[in-house]
């Protein structure tokens, strides 16, 4: 049983990359910012585009793991695991959903993000595209 809930907390961890955080320091400071990388042996994160409680801004901000208290998402992103199962649908056993890098695979060939169809192109491609745009708007419906 902690074999798999230590798993799902490394994918949870790994599905912070590319999202919008607020770590919280021991020593009361905070930085807001994308999380770039993160070292899985000790919680350390490397937060892009960052602020701290100030509002200074920095390029990059390495954060040990060893100061951090809690992190909060801030930004959440839509649940790509739902679009992967219309996709399945659409695309029957051609669909592949790779939840540490929080991307689809459709054929191989076609990538898709919470950003839309970043590889791929042709007539496969194109209805991958028409069923995330149909996704996405449904998506913002319920929200």
Do not use: C, H
């Not at 585009?49 to 992190?71: L, N």
């Not at 890098?101 to 950003?115: C, E, P, Y």
């Amino acid at each position: 049983m902690s074999a798999i809930a230590s798993k799902r907390f490394s994918d949870e961890l790994s599905s912070l990359a590319g999202k919008k955080v607020r770590v919280s320091l021991s020593s009361g400071a905070w930085f807001e910012g994308k999380v770039a990388a993160y070292n899985p042996s000790d919680y350390s994160l490397w937060l892009t585009e960052a602020k701290d409680r100030e509002g200074a801004v920095f390029d990059k901000v390495f954060v040990s793991g060893k100061s951090i208290e809690y992190v909060l998402v801030l930004e959440v992103g839509p649940d790509l695991s739902k679009l992967a199962e219309r996709l399945s649908r659409v695309f029957p056993n051609m669909v592949r959903y790779v939840r540490e890098a929080d991307v689809i695979l459709v054929m191989d060939r076609i990538r898709v993000t919470k950003d839309g169809v970043v590889e791929g192109t042709g007539p496969a491609a194109e209805r991958v595209k028409k069923v995330y745009e149909e996704w996405l708007r449904e998506e913002g419906k319920q929200e």
